[in-house]
Each structure stands twice: as C-alpha cells, then as structure tokens.
C-alpha cells in the first residue's frame, strides 16, 4: 500500500505510552504463557480488523483487539461479561484493576515467575520435519496465491522469481496454526528477491535487494529458462 | 500497578475507552486466576527498567573487537549471544560492510528482536515504516539522515516468520583506542535496525 508519507519519529520515546498499554502488554504475555492462543491466532486475529481500522488502529490497540477476540473464542471470557464489567468500571478509574474479590488483589508470585521465564526462554517454533527440497542457490517462484486465511508470504512478493539464500529446517505453519488446523510444520528458507523482480521500473537506482523468510508451500520451482 | 499512574486520568475526565477495555479484561482474568497485579508490574518493569538497546550494544561491540566472537554471531546468533547471557529470540545477525548495507523491517506485523533490543520504537510499527521500507529504502533511510551512494548494496530483511533480525553496524574510524564498553556506549538502537550507522565519538557526543 502506498501513499502513507513520511516516517514520523519522536525523540525520547517512553516504552509504553499509556497505562493501559503496559496492561494489554501484560495480558498477552500471560495469555501465552497459558497456552490460551497461540502467536499465529494473535496475529490471525489483528489481521480480521476491519481494514479502516486496522490502519487508524494504534500497535496496542491492535493488541487488545486479538487479545478480545481470542479470549471469547476460546472460551475463556464471554462478550457480555466483558461488557458487563466495562459497565461496573467506568467511572471507577481507580478500581478494581486487580478483580472486584479482597483475594483477587495478591500476587501471585509463582505466576509472575512463569511470565517472566516464558518472555526470557527461547522461542520455540522449530520442529522435526521432511528434508527440504531446496537448497542454497536454488531459483524459485513464489504461487501467486490470495488466500482468505492467514498467511506470511507478502503480497508484493507473491508470483515472483527469487533465489534461495539459506535453509532453516522446519518451523510451524502460521497458515494451519493461526486457524487451530495444527503446526504441519514445513521448511522455512530466506528467499532473496532482487529490488527490480519486485517493483520493476519503480525500484530505486542502486542494487538492492529483498530478503523473505518463506514456508516450502509458498515457493514453486523456478520455471525453466525464466530470468531474474 | 493500578495506583501509580491515577493522577495521569483525574476522575471528572472521560476515560479513554480503550483504557476501559483494557481495565475490564484484566480485571476478568484476575478473577479467572489468569493474571495477578505482580505478573503485570513484572513483565511492565522487565521492558521499561531492564532490556532496552544497551543488550544488543553489549554484543555488537564484543564482535567489534573479538574477531571470534564475530564469526560465531554470524554463523550462529543464538548461541553467541548466549555467552553473554541474553536470550529469548530466534536471532539472526547480518553484518554491514563498506560494500553492503542491511535494513530490517516486518511488513505483515512489527516483528522484533525485543529480547535484545528493548520493545520496538512506534515508527518501526507505523504503515509509513513497514510499506516503505522494503519499496524505496533509500528514500527512507535518507529521511533517518542516512545518505547511501549507489554503489553501497542495500538488503533489506522483511522478518516474515520466527526468525528475528539484528544489524552489526560497520565500526566508525577513529575508536581503535576505545575500550569494549565505550565501544558499546556508542552503539544506538537504530544502527542495530540498520536505518543508521554508528557515529565516531566526537559526533556522537556532538549529537547528544
């Protein structure tokens, strides 16, 4: 998408610019600590906004947004308890954060140390998986597919000619595990695409290039004879 | 965490209606036995008082001036940022030459090495960042103030699945004399997403 203007920075940013964004940050790293919904559901979820608002959306706002979706989907909160309790607080800004029970209020340190352990231990999205059919230096051509499901092959690098810059091994499929179809793990490659495959005349002078970290099922054999 | 900022909202103002939401669900899943008032403090504390830019400066000027260490981050950033105790990401490192430089972006969401780097800036997650990035980097580079000759070859890293990336910004001239952790001090979190390089010390101290 184009026509967005200039990249707008402010000096001195804090880490979070609100309350309730350290809250929405909280949330969701305890909600995956649970297991309750998985990264690919999350981003599944953001990506359902309404287009509108999806762009004129804040990054956390985004955030409680899945966070919402997700938890009524899986079944741990309902809409109308959320509204329910969206009633009883407004105009109680300085109640009940923590619950409307005296027990509800503790720390729960054994929780906490679960957080934490899961925000700092190391990703773990890698998985035992079929031999990979491409190897470094391969040609590939990218399926121009536009599916309705959640997918991490871009749109402006679908139906295009690239090489195989390294091979990673199999990681879980955001296409199955964002809709509970399973992780069906696949091999994961960085494709390289040059600037020019990608944007034709509109590529800036100077060599450049894109580099994609791309599932085995987005990528196709370079057709014979096909130039990059 | 509740208390801390009330005076931020005084009661006769309407509260911001995300704000409300937010309020609303945490309080839900403390009831549920989801969350507690530590777990947030913790986690909020972790990113606002403890990881931010000054880890991953940590690595970039070990690499600097252990040539080892270089090699190893770039064959294998997990376990070379590992022997410096950091962690949390599944890292890939490209290096910056005279010849080449690196860019890292994520399109589709804001993907980021936050273990390493603190949590992502808001322009790295703004539209005008994530479209451009990968469509004209020049241009957008040349707004951060980074002027690139054609001849310089630009890659730009759209981290489209769990692989995280991270710069290791070109050494400026004139820190031969410098010890590991002024190295470090010089380091910002912008070389470390590539839309910079690292200043020599009398600019960087010029720019502050």
């Not at chain 2, 000759?149 to 890659?155: E, L, M």
Request: net charge negative.
């Amino acid at each position: 998408m184009h026509g967005f203007g200039p990249v707008e920075r402010a000096a001195n940013e804090p880490v979070f610019h609100a309350e309730w964004e350290r809250r929405v940050f909280a949330i969701t790293r305890a909600a995956r600590t649970h297991g309750i919904y998985n990264i690919d559901e999350s981003r599944r979820a953001i990506e359902q906004m309404e287009p509108a608002r999806y762009l004129a959306a804040s990054y956390y706002e985004r955030w409680l947004a899945s966070a919402v979706t997700n938890l009524i989907e899986k079944g741990v909160i309902t809409r109308p308890e959320l509204e329910a309790r969206m009633t009883f607080l407004a105009g109680r800004p300085d109640e009940a954060a923590h619950g409307e029970g005296p027990a509800s209020s503790q720390d729960v340190p054994e929780l906490a140390e679960r957080v934490l352990a899961a925000l700092r231990g190391q990703p773990n999205f890698r998985r035992a998986g079929a031999a990979p059919k491409f190897s470094a230096g391969d040609r590939v051509l990218t399926r121009n597919v536009h599916p309705r499901n959640h997918t991490r092959l871009p749109r402006y690098a679908r139906g295009k000619l690239g090489v195989i810059h390294a091979v990673h091994g199999s990681f879980v499929f955001p296409d199955t595990n964002a809709h509970g179809l399973g992780e069906i793990p696949h091999p994961l490659y960085t494709v390289r695409f040059d600037a020019r495959v990608l944007w034709s005349s509109s590529a800036e002078a100077g060599h450049e290039s894109v580099f994609l970290d791309l599932w085995e099922n987005y990528l196709l054999p370079a057709p014979e004879g096909a130039t990059l | 965490m509740s208390g801390h900022h009330a005076d931020e909202h005084h009661h006769r103002e309407p509260e911001d209606p995300l704000s409300l939401r937010a309020r609303a669900l945490e309080s839900l899943l403390v009831e549920k036995g989801l969350l507690s008032s530590d777990v947030v403090d913790r986690v909020v504390s972790l990113y606002e008082k403890d990881i931010g830019p000054h880890y991953g400066a940590k690595v970039v000027a070990r690499a600097w001036v252990d040539p080892g260490y270089r090699r190893r981050l770039l064959a294998d950033g997990v376990a070379a940022i590992g022997e410096l105790g950091f962690g949390g990401v599944d890292l890939m490192v490209v290096e910056n030459t005279p010849a080449v430089h690196n860019l890292v972006v994520c399109t589709l969401c804001s993907c980021y090495p936050h273990t390493l780097l603190g949590l992502p800036p808001v322009w790295y997650k703004s539209p005008p960042y994530r479209s451009r990035a990968v469509i004209e980097p020049r241009a957008v580079l040349r707004e951060f103030g980074l002027e690139l000759p054609d001849s310089v070859d630009i890659r730009v890293w759209d981290s489209s699945a769990e692989l995280r990336y991270m710069v290791l910004p070109l050494r400026p001239p004139g820190t031969e004399g410098l010890a590991e952790e002024a190295l470090a001090a010089l380091v910002t979190r912008d070389a470390m997403i590539g839309v910079a390089v690292v200043e020599p010390p009398a600019m960087a101290e010029a720019g502050r």
